[in-house]
């Protein structure tokens, strides 16, 4: 997702990548390493910084298709309506752990 839509957003890298995405391999590259070290304490904190920027893509994914989706109605059959669904849906259980009146 990010890699498909960091134009709309303006964080293209030169080679026209996420910078998430970038981030996030670099970031996996460190987790791998940290479990051949058995190094628990460090791998979670890693994963917990992995999790945090998987959750851009999401977020920026939900926006990307709410624009996609201005003008439709609820019964037209276009699949941005179903891809918005989907990640609105699945960044609502974050919002909702940080403040459940928004995340309504």
């Known amino acids: ?7 709309d957003f303006d964080i293209c890298t030169q080679t ?8 996030l ?11 051949g070290r058995s190094s628990c304490d460090a ?4 994963t917990k910084k992995i999790e945090s920027f998987m959750q851009i893509p999401l977020i920026q994914g939900s926006i990307y298709f709410a624009r996609e989706m201005e003008g439709l109605t609820a019964g037209d059959n276009d ?7 989907i990640l609105t849906n ?6 909702k752990s940080v403040d459940e009146e928004s995340a309504r």
């Open 1 to 7: 997702i990010a890699y498909d839509i960091c134009d």
């Open 25 to 35: 391999v670099l970031l996996f590259g460190e987790a791998k390493k940290m479990l």
């Open 16 to 23: 026209k990548d996420s910078e998430v995405n970038v981030e």
């Open 43 to 46: 791998f979670t904190l890693i």
């Open 90 to 95: 699945s960044i609502l259980p974050q919002c």
């Open 79 to 85: 699949g941005v309506i179903g891809a918005g669904y």
